[in-house]
């Protein structure tokens, strides 16, 4: 009878472990992902906004040239 509760309870210790290592794991692939998209996400920012910046350098250029 005690071996059966032993296994059962090293069996049900076990798939926690596991799930939660599991768990774990796909969290830290996740987060590293997210990192890398923040990362993207920011140099695109700052090259839109330099191209903004040379888009309005130009428009005042042009609007002095024209009077």
């Known amino acids: 009878m005690s071996l059966i509760i032993s296994l059962t309870i090293?069996?049900?210790?076990?798939?926690?472990l596991g799930n939660m290592g599991l768990f774990w794991i796909i969290g830290?692939?996740?987060k590293r992902q997210e990192q890398k998209q923040k990362e993207e996400l920011a140099k695109l920012q700052t090259a839109f906004?330099?191209?903004r910046q040379k888009e309005v350098e130009r428009m005042q250029r042009y609007a002095k040239m024209e009077g």
């Open 28 to 30: 830290n692939m996740v």
């Open 49 to 51: 906004l330099e191209a």
């Open 10 to 16: 090293a069996s049900a210790l076990g798939t926690l």
